[in-house]
């Protein structure tokens, strides 16, 4: 058996700590970069979450090597259920390939018809600048469903539909649903609804305009400017290993919905950490001053805010026990 290691440089002493276990258990490993291309191999182990394996599959887009994802913490994601500390004792049952491989739908995306790489989550199109208006026409297989003038549209995954879609009242979607959802964010049409289409469709954002430049934003981390038309289409399947019976979906989902309850009575700075927590990872709060551009003390009152709810927790630093490190609870 042979595995492959791709951690793109985040945590050097994880990989070497994973390479050391698969030693000794006899399985061959090497690691491999966001440069450099997997050689032929059972399975990918991809550290860093959640956000790892987004990067991993951003990088690898035509990989149809299985991945186990694996997160540097307690906290279950959609797509690394397992935590370094309990990887040994999964070592046996990878070694034995005693695992369920689940096959999670990915958007092909074009930009002004030049392909850009697959989204997990969701792909948007926003203006360049907040508070400012766009107009687009979507349409669906060549059928035109609205011309609309809004803040901007999301096109998402059923697993990206409990993220950014989910905050801008799109519907969560089961994991295993054969669709893709859109979502027109704040129109003046307000009789706009979001909408489910098959994922068979062809989804066009077409006649883009705005008195700024727009931009396609994948997977809510990359930007490229779109002058006219967006194009998604299903792409071919991410394969995410699968070592726990439990359904990681279902009691995120359940988290959620009692989070969605309190997001209406929380203040603008916790409802924005929660969600760079959620699409960044673990965070120093150095780190978080830079992503987020809001002052210290706004920074200190959000984290006692939501550590005071449970929505997130801190940690030391693995790198430096000067800094803490904070993330989003595990979702039960």
């Given at each position: 058996?042979?595995?492959?290691?791709?951690?793109?440089?985040?945590?050097?002493?994880?990989?070497?700590?994973?390479?050391?276990?698969?030693?000794?258990?006899?399985?061959?490993?090497?690691?491999?970069?966001?440069?450099?291309?997997?050689?032929?191999?059972?399975?990918?182990?991809?550290?860093?979450?959640?956000?790892?394996?987004?990067?991993?599959?951003?990088?690898?887009?035509?990989?149809?090597?299985?991945?186990?994802?694996?997160?540097?913490?307690?906290?279950?994601?959609?797509?690394?259920?397992?935590?370094?500390?309990?990887?040994?004792?999964?070592?046996?049952?990878?070694?034995?390939?005693?695992?369920?491989?689940?096959?999670?739908?990915?958007?092909?995306?074009?930009?002004?018809?030049?392909?850009?790489?697959?989204?997990?989550?969701?792909?948007?199109?926003?203006?360049?600048?907040?508070?400012?208006?766009?107009?687009?026409?979507?349409?669906?297989?060549?059928?035109?469903?609205?011309?609309?003038?809004?803040?901007?549209?999301?096109?998402?995954?059923?697993?990206?539909?409990?993220?950014?879609?989910?905050?801008?009242?799109?519907?969560?979607?089961?994991?295993?649903?054969?669709?893709?959802?859109?979502?027109?964010?704040?129109?003046?049409?307000?009789?706009?609804?979001?909408?489910?289409?098959?994922?068979?469709?062809?989804?066009?954002?077409?006649?883009?305009?705005?008195?700024?430049?727009?931009?396609?934003?994948?997977?809510?981390?990359?930007?490229?400017?779109?002058?006219?038309?967006?194009?998604?289409?299903?792409?071919?399947?991410?394969?995410?290993?699968?070592?726990k019976k439990d359904s990681t979906a279902i009691s995120a989902l359940a988290k959620k919905v009692h989070l969605a309850e309190d997001l209406l009575r929380m203040p603008p700075s916790?409802?924005?950490?929660?969600?760079?927590?959620?699409?960044?990872?673990?965070?120093?709060?150095?780190?978080?001053?830079?992503?987020?551009?809001?002052?210290?003390?706004?920074?200190?009152?959000?984290?006692?805010h939501l550590l005071g709810k449970g929505y997130v927790k801190k940690k030391v630093s693995i790198r430096d026990a000067r800094q803490k490190i904070y993330e989003i609870s595990k979702l039960d």
């Amino acid at each position: 058996m042979q595995i492959g290691i791709f951690d793109a440089g985040i945590n050097e002493s994880a990989v070497k700590s994973i390479k050391n276990e698969l030693d000794n258990a006899g399985i061959r490993s090497f690691t491999i970069s966001s440069r450099s291309s997997p050689k032929t191999a059972d399975c990918i182990i991809v550290l860093g979450g959640d956000r790892g394996v987004r990067n991993y599959f951003h990088g690898n887009d035509g990989s149809n090597i299985p991945v186990l994802g694996i997160g540097e913490s307690e906290s279950s994601g959609f797509l690394a259920q397992i935590d370094l500390k309990e990887f040994s004792s999964y070592l046996n049952r990878l070694k034995n390939q005693n695992y369920k491989i689940e096959e999670v739908p990915r958007i092909g995306v074009k930009i002004d018809g030049k392909n850009a790489y697959p989204v997990l989550n969701d792909v948007a199109v926003f203006t360049s600048k907040s508070a400012t208006l766009m107009e687009y026409t979507l349409r669906v297989n060549g059928e035109e469903v609205w011309h609309d003038s809004s803040d901007g549209v999301i096109i998402s995954t059923p697993i990206g539909s409990s993220a950014y879609s989910m905050s801008a009242g799109g519907p969560v979607i089961f994991q295993d649903s054969p669709v893709f959802g859109i979502i027109s964010v704040n129109s003046l049409d307000v009789t706009r609804r979001p909408l489910i289409v098959s994922n068979e469709s062809l989804i066009e954002v077409d006649d883009i305009s705005s008195r700024l430049y727009c931009e396609a934003i994948l997977d809510g981390i990359d930007r490229y400017k779109v002058n006219k038309t967006l194009e998604c289409k299903k792409f071919n399947p991410a394969k995410i290993i699968r070592m726990k019976k439990d359904s990681t979906a279902i009691s995120a989902l359940a988290k959620k919905v009692h989070l969605a309850e309190d997001l209406l009575r929380m203040p603008p700075s916790s409802k924005l950490l929660l969600k760079i927590l959620e699409y960044e990872g673990a965070m120093t709060q150095k780190e978080l001053l830079t992503k987020t551009m809001l002052p210290d003390r706004t920074i200190r009152l959000a984290l006692s805010h939501l550590l005071g709810k449970g929505y997130v927790k801190k940690k030391v630093s693995i790198r430096d026990a000067r800094q803490k490190i904070y993330e989003i609870s595990k979702l039960d």
